[in-house]
């Protein structure tokens, strides 16, 4: 399939398909005249991306990630899990964060209601 059908029924546009490739996110296409030829895999790999950007994952960590697909499928789960387990710590770390801030802006709004109130 041509870049622009697999932009379509991946719903991503062209420019992060060549994206994608430049940086190693997915394998060259191979080339069949003038254009770059795409698989399924191609498919199957952008969806996989777009997952895992909804989780919360960035593309270096997806780079990181991806080369964890060659491994026998034990191996392959027990990585997965891994990987799921430090951006969960990473994430839980983000949320205590937001969270101290949010209480100090809620002390703050109380010590200027005090103020009003005086």
Known sequence: MKISELANRTNVSVRTIRHYEQIGLIPLAQRKGSYRDFIEDHVKQIEFIKRCK????????????????????????????DFIADKKTQLL??????????????????????????
């Open 54 to 81: 909804i989780l919360g994952f960035s593309l270096a960590e997806i780079l990181e990630f991806m080369p964890i697909y060659e491994f026998p499928r034990e191996q392959r789960c027990h990585k997965s899990l």
């Open 93 to 118: 770390e983000q949320i205590s964060q937001i969270q101290q801030k949010v209480d100090k802006l809620n002390q703050l709004q109380q010590n200027i209601n005090q103020l009003i109130q005086s």
